[in-house]
C-alpha cells in the first residue's frame, strides 16, 4: 500500500469502517510509515478521542495510550481473522477430501458390484446353458 491510499484509509479506519485484507494492509503500511502513523494519530486524537470524551463517561483522558489502545485491538482483530481464516480453510479441505473418499469409495463399490453381478451372469448363463443341455440329455 502507497501513502495516497492510506491517507484516504484513515477516516474509514478511525470510524471502524476497515475490515478483513483491507484493514490488515492498512496496519501494515502504518507500521513500516511514520507519516502516515503520524496522520493517523492526529485524526484519531482530532476525532475519536472528543467522540471518546463525549460519550464514554470512563473514558480516559489520555489520549496517546487510548490510541495506542486501538491499535493493539486492531492487529488483535487482525490475528484473530487471520485463525479463522486458516481454520476455515482446513474444515474446506477436510471437507472436499471426505467427499472425494466418499465418491471414491462408492465408486470402487460400483465398479466392485459391477465385477460380481457380471461374474454371477456369467456363472448363471453356464448353468443354465448345462441344464439345458442336461435336459436335453435326459429327455
Ligand atoms: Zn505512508
Redesign the pocket.
Given at each position: 500500500m502507497i501513502?495516497t491510499e492510506?491517507e484516504k484509509l484513515v477516516i474509514p479506519y478511525i470510524n471502524n469502517e476497515l475490515s478483513g485484507r483491507k484493514l490488515e494492509e492498512f496496519m501494515n503500511?502504518i507500521k513500516t510509515?511514520s507519516?502516515?502513523y503520524e496522520e493517523l494519530e492526529i485524526n484519531f486524537t482530532l476525532f475519536a478521542a472528543v467522540w471518546e470524551l463525549d460519550n464514554n463517561p470512563n473514558a480516559s483522558y489520555d489520549i496517546k495510550n487510548m490510541f495506542l489502545e486501538r491499535l493493539r485491538l486492531t492487529e488483535k482483530r487482525i490475528k484473530r481473522l487471520r485463525k479463522i481464516n486458516v481454520l476455515s480453510r482446513i474444515v474446506k479441505i477436510t471437507a472436499a477430501a471426505a467427499i472425494a473418499f466418499t465418491l471414491f469409495a462408492q465408486a470402487a463399490a460400483w465398479t466392485e458390484d459391477g465385477i460380481l453381478e457380471s461374474g454371477r451372469n456369467i456363472l448363471f448363463e453356464f448353468a443354465d446353458m448345462n441344464n439345458i443341455e442336461g435336459g436335453d440329455k435326459n429327455e
Open positions: 501513502c492510506s503500511h510509515c507519516a502516515c
